[in-house]
Nanobody, 115 residues
Framework: QVQLVESGGGLVQAGGSLRLSCVTSERILRFDAMGWYRQAPGKQRELVASMSSRGITTYRDSVKDRFTISRDVAKNAVYLQMNMLKPEDTASYYC?????????WGQGTQVTVSS
């Protein structure tokens, strides 16, 4: 069973920064893509950023130029650097590993941005 463990969430003021980490129990390059999703109360889970096994990144429009996804293959880790945080970024953030047949999720980490 693949395990994904997130960390790095917390409470921050608007304009601040946080760095989320996701460590997997297996080599991240075995997955087609690694990504970060978020879900705010009463809303659907949405993709924030992803990185393919080839290193191609995608971002939702609202976080472009503020968030950066990166990885450390040797550490089986994926990161999400979040700068210039806004109150609307408040949500539970989930790490995702997409394989050919299966998708895996972490338990989530809460990010709260105060105005």
């Amino acid at each position: 069973q693949v395990q994904l463990v997130e960390s790095g969430g917390g409470l921050v003021q608007a304009g601040g920064s946080l760095r989320l980490s996701c460590v997997t129990s297996e080599r991240i390059l075995r997955f087609d893509a690694m990504g970060w999703y978020r879900q705010a109360p009463g809303k659907q889970r949405e993709l924030v950023a992803s990185m393919s096994s080839r290193g191609i990144t995608t971002y939702r429009d609202s976080v472009k130029d503020r968030f950066t996804i990166s990885r450390d293959v040797a550490k089986n880790a994926v990161y999400l650097q979040m700068n210039m945080l806004k109150p609307e970024d408040t949500a539970s953030y989930y790490c995702n590993a997409a394989g050919t047949l299966l998708t895996y999720w972490g338990q989530g980490t809460q990010v709260t941005v105060s105005s």
